[in-house]
Structures are given as C-alpha cells and as structure tokens.
C-alpha cells in the first residue's frame, strides 16, 4: 500500500475551477493506478476518474469535458483539474490507490473538501 495526502480543495465559486494534487508515499507508485472519488453529504461515495499506470483515464458521465485526471510520476503525484464547477461538484473528494491489476482500490487519503457556492 502507499500513503496518500490530498490538497487543494476550498471554495470556488460556480464556473470556477481548482486543482486538487495528492502525494503519495511509499514505494512504486507508478505501479499503482489512481483514482479519485467523491462522497457528498448524505449520499454514496462515486468514483470520479481514474489514470492507469500506462496514462488511459475514464471519467464518470457528470464531469466528462470538465475535469482532467493526469499524474507526475517523477513526483510520485496525481491531479485532479477540476474547471466549470458547479454546486453539485461539492464534496468530499478522496484520493485512491490500487496496485495494477487488483479489483479494488485499497489505499485512500484522508480527503480534501470542495464546496462550490451558487
């Protein structure tokens, strides 16, 4: 596994943007795909994206066009562009790890909040 510490969140305004970053500690984290997730009050976490160790990424349908998931593995980093925010981006967002090849994401980071004001 590999320790993970997100940064970036805050509040935005809608049509704004942030970029969240998430660091990762520990051993061959470009042998990990990453992803981030979301969980907003009262409702289910969701996956948001994911980039594999090779680069290819998926996004869920809502933030298609409006959010890019990309990596540094140099310094062992994973970002989230976040841009045209809207009230319903607001969420606690989750960085996540998983070794590649494994079914589910076994490493996560304590979570950085995101709140977009109407």
């Known amino acids: 596994q590999v320790q993970l510490q997100e940064s970036g969140g805050g509040l935005v305004q809608t049509g704004g943007s942030l970029r969240l970053s998430c660091v990762a500690s520990?051993?061959?984290?470009?042998?990990?795909?990453m992803g981030w997730y979301r969980q907003a009050p009262g409702k289910q976490r969701e996956l948001v994206a994911v980039?594999?160790?090779?680069?290819?990424?998926n996004y869920t349908d809502s933030v298609k066009g409006r959010f890019t998931i990309s990596r540094t593995n140099a310094k062992n980093t994973v970002y989230l562009q976040m841009s045209s925010l809207k009230p319903e981006d607001t969420a606690a967002y989750y960085c996540?790890?998983?070794?590649?090849?494994?079914?589910?994401?076994?490493?996560w980071g304590q979570g950085t909040q995101v709140t977009v004001s109407s």
């Open positions: 996540a790890a998983k070794v590649y090849g494994a079914t589910d994401f076994d490493s």
């Open positions: 520990g051993s061959r984290f470009r042998m990990h795909d």
């Open positions: 980039i594999t160790i090779g680069g290819s990424t």
